[in-house]
Structure formats: C-alpha cells, structure tokens
C-alpha cells in the first residue's frame, strides 16, 4: 500500500499528507545527519544533504520504499525552492550592489567566458557522441553547460566565511550574470527548435527582446529598489515592533522573485537583486528598537529550508540509469566539457585574485542544468525530445558530478588561497 500512497502525495492527495510529512521528516532529518557526518570528514555540510538526498532517492534500489514519486509533490517542490530563494537572498543580503558594481566589468568577462566556452565544448560532445542528430541538438546540449547554479558555490563560501573576497565576488556576480545570459541562450535555441519544428523563422526582435527583458530587470530591480527599500524600511517603523523589518524584507525578497519568473529569468536572480538591494543599515531603526537583524531573523527559516532544496536534488540522482556503458560515457564527456568549459573563467582573474576559487565556483549546474535539461525533454523535433532518455541521464550525471565535486574542491582552493595570502604578507 505504499507505492499508491506515495503517488496520491505526489498528486496532492489529502489522505497521504501524513506521508507526505513522514518524507519532510526524513529529509529534514536526513539533511541534519548528512551534513553533520560530511562535517565530521572535514567536507561541507553541503556535500552531505546532496548525498543523503542521493541515498533517499535510490532507497528502492535496497529494498526500501520509491521515495521519488513524492519528489516533486507540490509541498516538497515548495519547500525546496522557497530554500534556493532564501539561499540567494541571504547572500545577496551579505553583499552590497555598490560591491558587485566594483567588480562589475571583470564578473562580466568570467560570466561571458563561462557561457561560450561550455556551449562550444558541449556542442563538440554532440557532434562527437550523437553525429546523426541535428545542429539544434548539440547547440541546446551546449545551453544546458552554460548555466551556473551559485546555490551550492553561495553555501560553500557562506560556511567559510568568504563570502566579501574579491575572488567570491566576482564568482557570485560573474554567477548572476551567467544565469542571465544562459537562460537568454536557451530561450534563443528553443525557439530556433520550435521555430525549425512548425517550419518557420524566428524572428531577430524576439532574440532582441528576451536580452532587453533580462538587462531591464537588473537594472530595473537596482535602482528602483535602492530608492523604494530604504522609504518602506522607515514608514514601517509606524507598526508595533514584532518582525515587521524581516516580513518586509521577506515579503520583497519574494516579490523579486515572482517577477523575475514573470520575466522568464529564474527566480533565484531576483531574490539575489532583492539582497543586494537590502542593506541592514535599513533596519537599523527596528533594529534599535528591539528587534533583531535581518541575518538572525531570517537565519532560523533558512536553516530549515536551504537543506531541503540541496537534499530534493540529490532525490533526482537516479542510479540505475547509469547502467548502460554508453551512457555513461557520454555522462564522463559531458561532465568533462563543464569542468574544463568553467576552468576557462579562471584565467580571467585579475591579479592578486585567485583563479582556481573563480574557476571552481563557477562549476556547479545544480538546478540550473536541470531546468535545461527538463525543458529539453519537452522540445520537440522530429518527433522525438530533443533531449532522449539517454542524454537526460548524461545530463543529471553531470549536475550532479559538478554538484558533489565543487564543495570539497572549494574549500581546497579557498584553504589554498588564504594561504597564499598569508605568505605573500
């Protein structure tokens, strides 16, 4: 009986809600266990909710109950995005918009970098591994490289404390940028996908207006919230303390979020432009008045959330996919291109400036490469997805091997810079 239980939970089913929170138990707890077990080996607290995601998700493989059907039930989906917005938030807040301007043209050049390399590397793979496919194919495998998933590069150098180094600044401006510009890439090769599937052309003003969209929204958010934030932060003063600085900040990190969807950007970017718009020194009048900080308001919501967002994405890890030896080669090129096509950024680094921590933090795909991915396997052409079942499991081994590799090697590369540092002092 658990099988169908499990499946009315995926469908929102009111009977299987107490399942559906035995789950929430499992992962929230699982969460804890991973991370204080990775902490114990000297790795990221990160590296272990993906691990005992991958090991929640792959139970029936033991014996155990197929905890995937529920994986992407309404509650769960909720709960793990709602942690990746309050991720971005949360650095966004430990940041400042006049320090992403100071670092603004060289992230610019690593987000470019970052996007072109992986796109042409991917592109090869196609040509290499799939030659009978279309061009359109192997250029959307190539989008699904470009994309950077700065969650898990975000909690990495958040746990370090390394989130306000010139090198982290760059890798989460450079990250902003590069998700822009890959969700501009992939909306550009789905309609030359749709466009080649209908027979018809697509249009040069629609590519024109996908990237106005994106630039607008940035900017738009930067300087209409800078002037909006710091005027709603003091009419609020006139409600009776109590939390009413972190509702506000919550409430328009969520609005920013919305609209960016709204925009066709991830979510994720908004609630990054409501942080970096944000600054404590808004409520610095709550805050004298007895209310706590931004940070410790929200901490305690994001504490519960970001694990369940890292801990779903292990959930999507389905290992028997990997038994076939093509795909899985095809899955080793593939993970190949996105390290190699990300190392690229490094060599942009400006001096004094470490380019492993830039190249490094700008490998993880995360969920990133698997929205791509997801949308490609609902393109059409030809007939068929333009992303297989079998260049689908290629493509969530990649997120995942970029995902569980970038934590460890982080922290080296950051363990290595400081100590580079101290020594050239």
């Avoid at 003091?234 to 009776?240: E, H, N, R, V």
């Avoid at 404590?280 to 007895?290: F, L, M, N, P, S």
Wanted: hydrophobic fraction near 60%.
């Amino acid at each position: 009986m658990l099988h169908p239980l499990l499946l009315a939970a995926g469908e929102g089913g009111h009977d299987a809600v107490p399942l559906l929170l035995a789950v929430l138990a499992l992962v929230i707890a699982g969460a804890k266990v991973g991370a204080a077990v990775a902490a114990r080996l000297g790795l990221p607290g990160v590296l272990g909710e993906l691990l005992a995601g991958l090991l929640l998700g792959n139970l029936v493989l033991l014996g155990g109950p197929d905890l995937r059907v529920v994986m992407d039930s309404g509650a769960l989906l909720l709960l793990a995005e709602l942690g990746a917005v309050l991720l971005l938030f949360k650095v966004g807040l430990e940041s400042s918009a006049s320090e992403m301007m100071a670092v603004g043209g060289r992230a610019t050049l690593v987000a470019a970098a970052g996007v072109v390399t992986p796109m042409a590397l991917g592109f090869g793979v196609g040509e290499l591994m799939r030659p009978d496919d279309p061009w359109m194919l192997h250029a959307f495998l190539g989008s699904m490289l470009a994309a950077t998933s700065v969650g898990i590069t975000a909690r990495v150098l958040a746990d370090a404390g390394a989130v306000q180094t010139p090198a982290a600044r760059i890798v989460l401006g450079a990250a902003v940028i590069d998700d822009v510009m890959g969700l501009v890439v992939l909306a550009v090769v789905a309609g030359i996908i749709n466009a080649a599937a209908t027979g018809a052309a697509l249009a040069a003003g629609t590519i024109v207006w996908i990237v106005v969209k994106a630039v607008l929204f940035l900017v738009g958010a930067l300087l209409v919230g800078g002037l909006l934030a710091p005027r709603l932060f003091k009419s609020a003063l006139i409600l009776p303390a109590g939390g009413v600085s972190a509702a506000l900040a919550l409430a328009l990190c969520l609005l920013s979020a919305y609209l960016a969807a709204v925009a066709g950007l991830a979510p994720i970017v908004g609630a990054f432009a409501a942080g970096l718009v944000l600054d404590e020194q808004h409520a610095a009048d709550h805050v004298a008045r007895g209310e706590r900080t931004l940070e410790e308001s929200l901490g305690s919501l994001s504490a519960f959330l970001v694990p369940v967002f890292f801990v779903r994405m292990g959930m999507l890890v389905d290992v028997s996919a990997f038994a076939s030896a093509s795909v899985l080669g095809f899955a080793l090129l593939l993970t190949l291109a996105a390290v190699v096509g990300k190392q690229v950024c490094g060599l942009l680094a400006p001096r004094g400036v470490s380019g492993l921590v830039i190249g490094i933090g700008m490998m993880p795909r995360g969920e990133v490469g698997l929205i791509f991915a997801g949308m490609g396997a609902k393109l059409m052409l030809d007939g068929r997805p333009v992303v297989d079942a079998g260049t689908y499991a290629a493509a969530v081994f990649m997120v995942m091997a970029t995902s569980i590799v970038t934590p460890p090697l982080l922290q080296w590369a950051l363990r290595r810079s400081e100590r580079r540092r101290l020594e050239a002092a």
